[in-house]
């Protein structure tokens, strides 16, 4: 089927599509933003959308790349899930995360890769957009329980002014955020200080690879025991959320298997009942909830696993910092015949 008429427009600049944006909303007509259009064109197709204007922002400079370091990472609204598969995560202190001896966002942040590499196709992933995937709303999309695991915040501009919003605010219900009429995401930031031990599990449509579930897993460990754990579901409910019940159940148990039984059985409660499930010809609602069961489970016992790998690293890195300090103090020691004291730097936990 082919989209109802509409207008087109290029920005060349995001103030000039904020003016765009202004302008048809000034005109009474619906306009809608278009980068990657992997999921705004099937629509269009569809007669699900039909909006009066295209705002064609796919060339913004402003809206690419992003300081992809630090504590809070930045990702530019027009990264295409291509070029954030292939961007190089350093943690707090700029040092690069390491797989196999090569700085790679599979090391950094797991579970963001496990989620790139089931997201749709080839196609959609060199066209789709990290903001394409916040802004459309979509209640069976991957990258947002993932993003809501990492406690990501939206940043928005406007003419009025910029503004953050945490994304487990942002997101609404189907097809529906807090996203204004005169408002583009410029920028997705995530505030999870370290994501080792994260992992993303879903079960996909066959034909459009959505997840029918999806769960996404974060687990930290301190002195033995779960210090935090977040978990995020999408694809069974009209919108992706953070299972915070489940993850209260771990908050301070033990890792054993089952702790991890215990807070998967309860990834579909929020507020003492169940959420409200999404049913339709392809699964129905409680089969989607057994699914997410399931996969939550399997989601955190792969972040437990990563989490336990990442907390082994860090003790040899301390390790081997305290064998180098006690050389060069012994070495000084040798070389003067008096006491020398080495100072020496330790990683601040996350």
């Known amino acids: 089927m082919f989209p109802a008429d509409f ?12 003016d765009l944006l202004g302008e048809a909303a000034q005109a009474g007509e619906e306009a809608k933003l278009i980068a990657g259009g992997q999921s705004l064109l099937p629509m269009m197709k569809l007669r699900l959308a039909a909006p009066q204007v295209l705002i064609d922002i796919a060339g913004l400079a402003e809206l690419q790349g992003g300081p992809w370091h630090g504590q809070t990472p930045a990702i530019g609204a027009l990264t295409t899930y291509r070029q954030l598969g292939r961007q190089r995560h350093a943690g707090p202190d700029g040092t690069p995360a390491l797989v196999n001896g090569i700085p790679g966002l599979d090391a950094g942040i797991p579970a963001l890769a496990d989620a790139l590499a089931v997201l749709g196709d080839p196609q959609v992933r060199a066209r789709g957009t ?7 709303g979509d209640p069976a999309a991957d990258l947002p329980a993932v993003l809501l695991a990492l406690n990501a915040e939206v940043v928005i501009a406007a003419r009025a ?10 997101l609404q219900g189907v097809y529906a955020t807090d996203l204004a009429e005169d ?3 410029t920028h997705v930031r995530i505030h999870a200080t370290d994501a080792r031990g994260s992992a993303y599990e879903k079960f996909p449509h066959p034909a459009s690879h959505l997840p029918l579930a999806g769960v996404c897993a974060l687990v930290r460990l301190r002195d033995g025991v779960i210090e935090r754990a977040a978990i995020a579901v999408t694809g069974i ?7 915070r019940e489940a993850e209260r159940v ?26 409200s499930l999404l049913g ?4 129905s609602g409680p089969y989607r909830a057994h699914l997410a069961n399931v996969l939550a489970g399997r989601a955190l016992a792969r972040a437990l696993d990563r989490a336990r790998a990442a907390t082994a690293e860090r003790a040899a890195g301390e390790r081997a910092t305290e064998e180098r300090a006690t050389g060069a103090r012994a070495a000084g020691e040798r070389a003067t015949g008096e006491p020398v004291t080495v100072e020496r730097a330790t990683e601040e936990q996350p």
Not at 130 to 136: K, L
Not at 237 to 243: E, I, L, Q, T
Not at 280 to 283: L, P
């Open 237 to 243: 409910s009209p919108r992706p959320y953070r299972a």
């Open 7 to 18: 207008a087109y427009a290029r920005a060349r600049s995001l103030d000039e599509a904020l």
């Open 130 to 136: 990290i903001g394409g995937a916040v802004a459309h």
């Open 183 to 185: 408002e583009i995401v």
């Open 250 to 275: 771990l908050a301070g148990a033990p890792p054993a298997p089952e702790a991890l039984a215990a807070a998967a059985a309860r990834v579909t409660q929020l507020d003492g009942r169940e959420v």
């Open 280 to 283: 339709d010809q392809h699964a």
């Open 161 to 170: 002014g910029t503004r953050e919003v945490i994304l487990d605010d942002f």
